[in-house]
């Protein structure tokens, strides 16, 4: 199926690689804004003034950057989506301001008192109004960034697709339960057996489809997908994963009820009490 051995290396990297990138975007926009502010206020307050003005709102759009990540997960910005989710993002840009509002002039009066100083934001609803235009600008920074993010891993890891019935003649094999799928990769177009399939996981709108330590994210609900797949070979384990049994290694018991499972390639996938029973028995395992 073509592998890209960059893009390898940067999935065995890619949380730490992604919160860096985070970091680093957000420090060198506190460091530009300190400098600006800087030199906007110079002789009128004290030097450090700015930067405590700049770093302290930077600190809690961070804190928040985990929330609008969440967020765009549920109701994603895509083609056949964005008008139906845009007005609740733009709802969520209202908390999300008055959070960051609240915890940058916490911030600033806890560091000014700190100093033998006082902070004081000045009446708070003509201050909000000037503070939330900036930060709805900031909000729908983050998902535009997280929207060209994911468009890209798309493209470098490729999308998985169900083959569709044939507009003429009958379909090659079942279209209800299939056996393969279709997968589009860097402009090319792949079949996947899904014999290979190791395990499914939901995530927001999608659901991945894991083959040997790459995720193929397949347009589907778990719901939709469990209907389509192979009851024989595919096992329910979580309320957002499924196994293939042909790639379970171990069943290992938790104390809350719960259990972890062992894959073949070391991955361990969760599973509920609720489905551990049957599970073990399919696995040919006794209590």
């Known amino acids: 199926m073509g592998t890209t051995p960059g893009f390898d290396i940067y999935q065995r990297w890619r949380r730490p690689l992604e919160i860096g990138a985070w970091l680093l975007l957000f420090a060198l926009n506190a460091i530009f804004n ?52 845009l ?7 209202l908390p999300f301001s008055l959070l960051h509002v609240g915890g940058m002039v916490a911030l600033r009066k806890l560091v000014y008192a700190v ?6 934001f000045g009446p708070w609803w003509p201050n909000f109004g000037y503070e939330y235009l900036k930060d709805i600008r ?25 083959l569709a019935e044939p507009d003429e003649g009958a379909p090659v094999e079942p279209v209800e339960r299939p056996e393969r799928f279709l997968v589009r990769k860097l402009g090319k177009e792949f079949l996947l057996n899904a014999s290979e399939i190791e395990w499914l996981q939901a995530s927001g709108n999608y659901v991945n489809l894991h083959v040997r330590g790459r995720d193929y994210p397949l347009r589907a609900t778990m719901a939709g997908i469990e209907e389509r797949l192979d009851p ?56």
């Open 232 to 287: 024989a070979r595919f096992v329910r384990v979580h309320r957002s994963h499924f196994v293939n049994l042909d790639y379970l290694a171990e069943i290992e018991p938790l104390e809350s009820g719960d259990a972890r499972l062992q894959m073949r390639d070391g991955a361990k996938i969760p599973c509920s009490r609720r489905y551990r029973a049957a599970l073990r028995e399919r696995f040919g395992q006794a209590d």
């Open 115 to 120: 100093s033998g100083g006082h902070y004081r």
């Open 138 to 162: 900031a909000y729908f920074v983050i998902v535009g960034t997280l929207v060209l993010y994911r468009l890209w891993l798309l493209r470098q890891q490729g999308e998985a697709r169900l």
């Open 34 to 85: 300190s400098v600006v502010s800087r030199i906007d206020h110079a002789g009128r307050v004290a030097a450090w003034e700015p930067w405590v003005w700049e770093w302290s709102s930077t600190l809690i759009l961070l804190a928040l950057l985990p929330a609008v990540i969440a967020v765009e997960r549920r109701w994603p910005i895509r083609l056949d989506s964005w008008r139906r989710n």
């Open 87 to 93: 007005p609740l993002h733009v709802l969520a840009s």
